[in-house]
């Protein structure tokens, strides 16, 4: 079994492989994919090496075959349904980010409270009212919901939406949710970014 | 020096801290806050060890200390000033959000090239002409700058704002930007974290 620790790093290789195979380089060594990628040799090789390495010595590591091993990881051939719950600026911006269909992550829907967006479209894409929330998830299987509520209300939405079946929640409010041991919930704190670019800076004495 | 792979963890860290310190928690086992953040207790124990770890045998550990020195360590009591470049979706979501400000990060300005945003506000915080970035930057300090412009414009944006000085960039945009050896660039891919609750999703069979 791999550490969740390595998946949240596969992504990333995913990105850099995906970049080199573009660029028609068929294998690459651990100290190139370190300077390209800003982490250490012994890193990689300490990551790589849990799901059978793929390098040699003396050749390094075979591109292709590293980068099929980890779509095959991840699953990037699975396609999932999504949903946004709350139209607002996130929502708006994540329904028109274009790159979530590349990885397998089809947006179908929008929900919302408010009567003035109800009825409209994001990026082609209908926006319901949340009262209609229950029948849409009865006729469509929905895999996952991208919560972009104000956040008095994620704690109410996350139930909702939840309730009426919806196993993965992804999660836009700085609130912890509690939710059953069947619900799997990923919470994004893009400020966690922003903390690891000031600590750069500093560390480049600015 | 502490690696970048721990770097990278230590603001998921500080968060969890923080929400103990305030329910009055004075110790933890790194078995308990395992569970409590889904990291295996052998990482948490390798990450703290990094910085002089803090833990006793059979105490656990201190949850204030640790705090303190992870508060040291990220430079949280420093403040940085930032700019965002691009009024749109993604830039009105990142002016509205509270909790950058929370974590030392002050956003001044926006800037844009639309007429019809220019002289605005969001949030409070003026919209101004690109055109006048050069002297804003003369006459306020900006450590940073956050990139929420369209893709197609994400290479001459960049070099303008590093033209004028600025060193930090929070890049949204899905390119990998190069740049000076003097500029930090973090970027964020909100698709990393999307593959990452699809990965486990499945792992849970769903
Ligand atoms: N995690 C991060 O780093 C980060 C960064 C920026 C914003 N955010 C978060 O994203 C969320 C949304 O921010 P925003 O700027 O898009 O807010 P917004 O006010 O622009 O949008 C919120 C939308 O939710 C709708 N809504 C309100 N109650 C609802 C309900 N009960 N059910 C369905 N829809 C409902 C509103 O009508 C509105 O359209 C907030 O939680 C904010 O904290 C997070
Ligand atoms: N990284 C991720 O996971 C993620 C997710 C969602 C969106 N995005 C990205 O965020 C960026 C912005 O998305 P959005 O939905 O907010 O777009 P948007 O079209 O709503 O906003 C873009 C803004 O940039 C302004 N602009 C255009 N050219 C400019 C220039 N030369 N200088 C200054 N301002 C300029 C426009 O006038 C507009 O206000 C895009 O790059 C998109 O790919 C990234």
């Avoid at 596969?10 to 995906?18: E, I, M, V």
């Avoid at 708006?92 to 409270?113: C, H, P, Q, W």
Wanted: charged residues 25%.
């Amino acid at each position: 079994k791999i550490s969740m620790a390595v998946i949240r790093r596969l992504p990333r290789y995913f990105r850099y492989l995906h970049d080199l195979l573009k660029l028609d380089i068929k294998r690459i060594s651990s100290r190139e994919l370190s300077e390209r990628m800003c982490i250490t040799a012994s890193q990689i090789r300490q990551d790589l090496n849990c799901f059978g390495g793929f390098g040699q010595q003396g050749y390094g590591y075979n591109v292709e075959s590293l980068y099929n091993e980890i779509s095959r990881i991840l699953g990037v051939d699975k396609r999932f349904t999504c949903i946004i719950v709350g139209a607002g600026n996130m929502g708006t911006a994540l329904a028109n980010y274009e790159n979530f269909k590349k990885r397998g992550f089809d947006i179908v829907a929008i929900f919302d409270v408010d009567p003035a967006k109800i009825g409209g479209k994001i990026n082609g894409i209908d926006i319901y009212s949340m009262d209609t929330l229950e029948d849409f998830v009865k006729q469509h299987k929905v895999d996952i919901a991208m919560l972009t509520v104000p956040n008095r209300t994620i704690t109410e939405v996350a139930e909702k939406v939840t309730s009426v079946g919806i196993k993965g929640i992804w999660n836009f409010s700085p609130h912890e949710l509690r939710l059953g041991e069947d619900v799997v919930v990923e919470n994004v704190h893009l400020s966690d970014s922003l903390m690891v670019l000031g600590y750069r800076l500093r560390s480049k004495g600015y």
